[in-house]
Nanobody, 127 residues
Framework: QVQLVESGGGLVQAGGSLSVSCAAS????????MGWFRQAPGKEREFVIG????????SYADSVKGRFTISRDNAKNTVYLQMNNLASDDTAVYYC????????????????????WGQGTQVTVPS
């Protein structure tokens, strides 16, 4: 079992930056692949960015390329999402996911491929 707790969400003006964190417990963090997803009102949950257990970024959603990045600190059992140049379209609940179940094509961007999820943290960028 892995427990995930996101923090750091909030309201930020367009063009601003925000960093959200996901603290993990319950299993050796360094052995877990991680991802960030988001879900806006009335929309499906979508992949944002992912990072492997080795610290390699798997991929970015096209909408966040050049603006978002992910990192992890295995000593702190934490993964970070740094969001820059935020826009109103980035408004969503951001979820941390962990524990890929399989490694086929596009494994990192499939929400149904992750075994563990956090409760989410709201990020709001007023238009």
């Amino acid at each position: 079992q892995v427990q995930l707790v996101e923090s750091g969400g909030g309201l930020v003006q367009a063009g601003g930056s925000l960093s959200v964190s996901c603290a993990a417990s319950g299993r050796t963090f360094s052995s877990i692949d991680m991802g960030w997803f988001r879900q806006a009102p009335g929309k499906e949950r979508e992949f944002v960015i992912g990072i492997t257990r080795a610290g390699i970024i798997t991929s970015y959603a096209d909408s966040v390329k050049g603006r978002f990045t992910i990192s992890r600190d295995n000593a702190k059992n934490t993964v970070y999402l740094q969001m820059n140049n935020l826009a109103s379209d980035d408004t969503a609940v951001y979820y941390c996911a962990a524990g890929a179940k399989w490694y086929g094509s596009g494994w990192y961007k499939r929400a149904d491929n992750y075994a563990y999820w956090g409760q989410g943290t709201q990020v709001t960028v007023p238009s």
